[in-house]
């Protein structure tokens, strides 16, 4: 299988997605082709041993800034690596998915336009498998669309349930509405009407979920607006930055509780391998026409090689085709 | 100084509330009046040895339980603890303030409709005094209004700006407007016409400040609507308490590892203090004519004890005073 790779998106590019890409042909059997600075990749990829048939490199001579407004980025940059990627997703039906760490509003962007929607779908949104108590749950949306309306959030939950029962391989995906109160009369206007939509449009919808039940692994799929959901992830991943930052302060206070810390060591090496977001490397972007996986702005090798995995994996599930099925259906 | 205290609110009342009642008249200079179903309350009383003069009990026969929809209580249920307590509070001006731990919903509609609003103040707002890696943030509006306008978010900001200059001491406040994204252009419609007001009337408007950094300290007051701000510190509370429940896990299935964590045990318990909120003990909810302080629903003795003194720092600095002058000039 082929896929497309930005070499320019994210915090560490071209170095750490060279990487990764490296990393995924020699584990995985699947060819790579690299959109980006083409001087830059190669210079790059001669650090490694690999099979060279395995990775392409297509010049784009334009880069996006992490900052930069998606709709310049998708009217005036098309040679940049996002819209190039993009272009070779939809015009060669060679390539399974695109993976790209850059710009996640040029990304939605390029994607909607370029690739077009899903027939029944009429926004995107961005899923995100998140680590919990028991399983992986899934939260969309993380920042697709600030602003949808209740009938968008009813086609992300539709998408949900037939990601997390094809990927994550969840039987009966539990579906829940993400509100201030668990009660149906609770929250505003827009989260009421969504939850009467899902009630009457899903069978396994089970209601609202409170923010605080969002790590316990209590629903398998997490529905919010983008504005929320990317509130949600990026309070999370500040929460437990400063957390650790002040834990730290604190146990350099003590060389006893460095000592502690020290013994501690492998058992929080587990839990953060666990909860570390490069193991799944990527979120799907659902609705557009192909498989668009988008990584953390920060991203290491690994999360990229892990990206393209998921990426592989959506299209030997045939993801698109059971979303088409199911949701028009 | 006298104060009123809903003593069937949350759900340790009436035993931890009067619990706490006692030992905040042991500690301040205070007299505490309950409100509540006066049998309990008193048998709670005869429990503790206090001076007697110091704590008055008035019945309220009715009590409101956590769900109940607010408009409800307050058009029906007129003897509530909550209902009582805040006449007690309007109608006679020996009380300094109101403490509850009860429906938060039920507290903001009758202090809403029975005490009115500060002139200039349309819609009330819940701040929340939380610990980040420097000093205290406050974090407005946790819940009072999920839906607010443009405007009442930033009389939202021109109260926290007064409340963290009076009450945290903090001279010049950096303000900040939560959204997902750092620049003027990013986020819904709503948040960019609010960041435009606030860039007019507010000096020390800082500009957006992205969720990661709630917890970081780098901003004093965070402003957002009350969804989202209900959503932020619900999923803080339950990272905080799946990561402990993972960590305990992994902890156990190792000696060596639980050994470590038995020498960390006094850094960890200093950090838990800090960030606990039973230290500050109640969120002021800002906006109505009066001192309110509104409790977490699972406080315990400690966390009334402090709420009670939170209330009263509110009168000793005359914090209403100070916000009807600054927010109507």
Redesign the interface.
């Given at each position: 299988m082929k896929v497309v790779v930005d070499a320019m998106g994210g915090d560490h590019a071209p170095v750490a997605i060279v990487a990764g890409a490296v990393e995924a042909v020699k584990e995985f059997d699947v060819e790579v082709t690299l959109v980006g600075i083409e001087e830059e990749v190669r210079r790059e990829l001669k650090k490694y041993s690999y099979p060279q048939e395995r990775i392409k490199v297509i010049h784009a001579p334009e880069t996006v800034a992490m900052?930069e407004?998606a709709t310049v980025v998708v009217r005036k940059k098309r040679n940049s690596s996002i819209s190039i990627g993009v272009d070779l997703l939809k015009d060669n039906s060679e390539y399974k998915a695109f993976i790209s760490a850059g710009n996640t509003g040029a990304v939605v962007a390029a994607s909607t336009i370029l690739l077009g929607m899903l027939p029944g779908v009429e926004r995107p949104a961005i899923g995100l498998v998140i680590p919990?108590?028991n399983r992986f749950s899934f939260l969309i949306d993380v920042?697709a669309n600030?602003?949808p309306k209740p009938h968008h959030l009813l086609q992300s939950a539709l998408m949900a349930n037939v990601y997390t029962n094809e990927i994550l391989e969840i039987a009966n995906p539990k579906i829940g509405l993400?509100n201030?109160?668990?009660?149906s009369?609770k929250?505003?206007?827009?989260?009421k009407e969504t939850h009467k939509m899902m009630s009457e449009r899903l069978p396994n919808f089970m209601g609202n979920v409170?923010?605080?039940?969002?790590?316990?692994g209590k629903f398998d799929c997490i529905i919010c607006d983008?504005?929320?959901g990317?509130?949600?992830i990026?309070?999370?991943?500040?929460?437990?930055?400063?957390?650790g930052?002040?834990?730290k302060r604190?146990?350099k206070?003590?060389p006893?509780?460095m000592?502690?810390?020290?013994?501690?060591?492998?058992?929080?090496e587990?839990?953060k391998r666990?909860?570390d977001y490069s193991e799944y490397g990527g979120a799907p972007l659902l609705g557009v026409n192909g498989n668009v996986m988008i990584s953390h702005g920060r991203s290491g090798p690994k999360a990229i090689k892990n990206a393209i995995r998921a990426g592989l994996r959506e299209a030997e599930h045939g993801i698109l085709t059971r979303l088409r099925k199911e949701i028009e259906g």
């Open positions: 900052d407004s919990t108590l920042g600030p602003d993400l201030i109160g668990e009660e009369t929250g505003t206007d827009f989260v409170e923010p605080n039940e969002l790590f316990s983008g504005f929320v990317n509130a949600l990026k309070v999370s991943q500040g929460l437990m930055e400063s957390a930052a002040l834990l604190e146990i206070k003590s006893i509780a000592l502690g810390a020290f013994l501690m060591k492998s058992r929080l587990h839990i666990y909860a």
